[in-house]
């Protein structure tokens, strides 16, 4: 069976299933693809504003050997604009990716023995950081969530990983000259060549 979709989820599904080798290359990133585990759209809210909690969704947790990465994806359609090689990244955005690396910082590799705890004494420590949003209560199912997803990445790894954050940015043969080299403040960008994975507009996606 053949499925059709569109746009940067799609693309974002087609390259995690199709590229990881060549994403995992543009990194530097000796793991095999049998190493890795991946998340693909994990959600935690709708962002909402400075006193939610919810911060939005990746567009995919890559597991790897010794990394984790949070990713965020976009393509040459989308409104961003790239100036002198660099791509604006929102502030939500990045937000979204400090408070999840503290999230692992903290909670996986941190001293406290529940939930509770971790919002009542890390909590402060999250505002220190410039990052307003209170994290979420324990019965919540943002907490659960994040548990689920901190809980795995706790498993994946025998040694506290290295958290690093990347853009894939998809493209139709664009020139390296036209192509982001930079994204926001701290983003590693891989650059895919998205034309041989379309059927006309649509994504081909394999099962």
């Known amino acids: 069976m053949q499925i059709l979709a569109y746009e940067e989820d799609a693309l974002t599904f087609w390259a995690l299933q199709n590229k990881l ?3 995992l290359h543009t990194l530097q990133d000796s793991s095999l693809p049998s190493q890795c585990d991946v998340f693909f759209k994990p959600s935690f809210g709708r962002g909402g504003g400075e006193r939610s909690s919810q911060f939005g969704e990746f567009a995919f947790i890559l597991l790897t050997e010794h990394c984790v990465y949070l990713g965020e994806s976009k393509w040459d359609k989308s ?3 790239i100036v002198d090689g660099v791509l604006t ?3 939500e955005q ?3 990716h400090w408070m999840f690396k503290f999230c692992i910082e903290e909670w996986v590799y941190g001293c406290h023995s529940n939930w509770q705890e971790f919002v009542e ?3 402060p420590n999250l505002q220190k ?3 307003t949003k209170p994290l979420d209560p324990i ?3 943002l907490a659960s969530n994040l548990q689920i997803v901190l809980g795995v990445i706790k498993q994946h790894y025998t040694a506290r990983p290295t958290v690093r954050n990347v853009l894939l940015y998809f493209h139709d043969r664009m020139l390296n000259a036209q192509l982001p080299h930079q ?3 701290d983003f590693l960008v891989v650059s895919i060549d998205y034309k041989d994975g379309l059927l006309g507009n649509f994504v081909k996606i394999s099962c």
């Open 79 to 81: 409104a961003e604009k």
């Open 139 to 141: 019965n919540s199912l």
């Open 129 to 131: 950081r410039g990052i």
């Open 89 to 91: 990244i929102r502030e």
């Open 183 to 185: 994204a926001g403040k």
């Open 21 to 23: 080798p060549i994403i």
């Open 94 to 96: 990045q937000h979204r």
């Open 121 to 123: 004494i890390a909590g």
